[in-house]
């Protein structure tokens, strides 16, 4: 009896199925390995990306705010100097009212000169003395600085000048009235009180008087023929 080998198909289709399952895993294997490292990919390309913007915001916000100190300085500067234009115009408004004052008190002491050498001219007692004061004055409304006061400026009127007796009389309780108005309308009277003067004596004038917006003024000499 001849026996035949039996080379069943079992055996070889199993092996055929084991290899291929292995490079079925190994395809899946390359797939999760390619997809997790284009995911990681992507994950950091957007991270960096999301700390660029950041960083980009960043500066821009930096500029802006670089940009709006800078335009805040500038307001401050067009301000101040508007305040300082604004005092410079009133300043010389206050002069030009201070020479139409001076001029004023210069016609009125000439006139009250020309009067008083008249009655003296017309005197005939040679024992009457009368005292004559002439005043050579300048005044001005003007400014220093000052720590404490408004906007860092002390506004006052500046009186310099003499004043003289002209007349053959002692002059006694002498003083210049001096009154002030301001541009509202406000008065105020203050005195620049000095001692006697004899005949042709001269004193000399040195002052201040604290106002603020002063528009006018008038100095008047005053004194007293007797103490």
């Not at 300082?84 to 016609?107: G, R």
Request: net charge negative.
């Amino acid at each position: 009896m001849v026996k035949f080998l039996n080379f069943g198909t079992d055996g070889y289709e199993g092996k055929t199925m084991n290899a291929k399952i292995k490079f079925a895993l190994v395809i899946v294997s390359i797939l999760l390995l390619a997809s997790l490292t284009a995911n990681g990919y992507l994950y950091f390309s957007v991270n960096n990306n999301l700390q660029k913007q950041v960083i980009e915001f960043q500066n821009q916000v930096t500029n802006l705010e670089s940009q709006t100190q800078t335009l805040q300085r500038q307001v401050d500067t067009l301000q101040n100097n508007s305040r300082i234009d604004n005092q410079t115009l009133s300043n010389l408004n206050a002069q030009i009212l201070d020479l139409q004052t001076q001029n004023e008190n210069m016609q009125r002491e000439n006139d009250n000169l020309k009067s008083q050498i008249s009655h003296l001219q017309n005197q005939t007692s040679p024992e009457i003395r009368v005292a004559n004061l002439v005043t050579a004055l300048g005044a001005t409304f003007t400014w220093s600085y000052s720590a404490t006061a408004s906007y860092g400026m002390l506004h006052y009127l500046y009186v310099q000048g003499t004043v003289t007796n002209t007349g053959n009389g002692t002059a006694y309780n002498c003083d210049l009235k001096v009154i002030m108005t301001t541009s509202t309308g406000e008065s105020f009277t203050e005195y620049y009180r000095f001692n006697a003067l004899a005949p042709g004596e001269v004193e000399n004038v040195d002052t201040h008087f604290y106002h603020d917006n002063l528009q006018s003024w008038t100095i008047t000499p005053e004194c007293t023929n007797t103490p």
